[in-house]
Structures are given as structure tokens and as C-alpha cells.
């Protein structure tokens, strides 16, 4: 299978339950739904993965579906769980660290992150 | 309470049970979270609630957190239900009607709809 990365027609009407899921790095999958200038992708942490700290162009805002995160943005550290919702304008630096269970981040992007479509 | 209108701060945490949810029709309930381009609109509706046909310039995708909903989009129609993303590309029309539940949808938008942050 590989993840859904067309530009979607008219009517694209997609399950999280049949969307891809890519295995990108250790302890983390990412299904995604890629449109014109918005991207969605749903990440799956396991527990204590921890992601670089790092900056992008790209406007974020994330929604915690499970689990519990410890966000660093900027100078400041959050700690996150299901039902938060978190705004990463662009080019500010940030980084994720997974609590102690399997968590769950739906990440939106405008505009496309082009570097997640290439194979 | 007032809306969420504000272009976030860096480290904009926020919880979607802390954000008010303005009614803006009959069995419609919105709240928003607003960023520099994108815009998430999380929408509470009651049963059987309609929503006209209509198009905008703005890109969507939708995901159905709670409910099952019957959307038309351009000529085609889905029935759509928890764990659905759905693609409205720029200009295409669609409406929503909600079937026999209370239906929560997350609409996510790109540029802002400008039109939501008036008074």
C-alpha cells in the first residue's frame, strides 16, 4: 500500500481506517490526505518517541487525538492531551516528546509539505 | 465568551472544551481556532439539521468526529460517519444534512474564512 498522496478529486470522501499507514521512522506511522494547499497527516507514536526539534515554512495546527505530548515551541514547553489543540505559526521551532502511552497528533499544513510526497 | 478570533501566539494551547461554541443558526453550534492561513471550525449540529448548498474559494477538508451525515458535493452524494475525512476543493459546492444524531464535524480551511471573524 502506499500513502494517499493524489491531489484529490471532487468527492474524495477517505476512512483513517483505509488510509496507509507509512512506517517513517522508529515508533512513528503517518497516514496522510493531501489536497491543494492543505495537508493532513495523522501520526502514530509509540510511547517515549521523541521527535527533533526542528522549523518549516509551513503553517501547523495540531489536535491530540490519544495520549499525552510534551511540546517544546519556541522558548516554551506544553504538555498536551486529547482534545488540546495547538498552533505552530510558520517557522517557529518546536519538537514532540511522547508521554507514556501511544499517542495519536493530527498535524494540518498549508501549504504542502512536499517533502512527505516524495517516495 | 467571544469566539477565538485572534492570529495565535507562539504556543497557543488550547483545548476545545475551553473554547466557546457560538450558535449561528437553528441547531448549529461553532467554534473556531484561527491561525495566519489556516482555519479549524469545529461545528456541533443537532439532528436532521440542513445546511444549504454553497461554494467558496476557500479549500475544506472535514472530518466527522461524531455522527453520520449525508453530504452533497458537486453532483455526487456521500454518507459520511466517525473516522471520514472528506476533500472539498476550492469552488465546489456542497451541503451537508444530518442525519438521525447529534453530528460534530471539524472543517478545516485554508486561506481564513474572513466572513466567520465579523462581529
Redesign the interface.
Known sequence: MVPHIET?P????????D?AAEPIADGIARQM?V????M?CRFRFQPHVETAVHSHPH???T?VEKGRVR?V??D?T?I?SA?????F??G?VHGATILDEEAVL?D?F?PLREEFLKK
Chains 1, 2 share one sequence.
Open positions: 484529490p471532487v468527492g474524495t470522501h477517505l476512512r483513517w481506517d488510509i490526505v489536497g491543494q494547499r492543505l493532513v503553517e501547523q495546527i489536535f511540546f515551541i519556541g516554551q506544553r498536551a482534545g488540546d489543540v495547538l498552533c505559526p510558520p517557529v493530527v494540518v498549508t
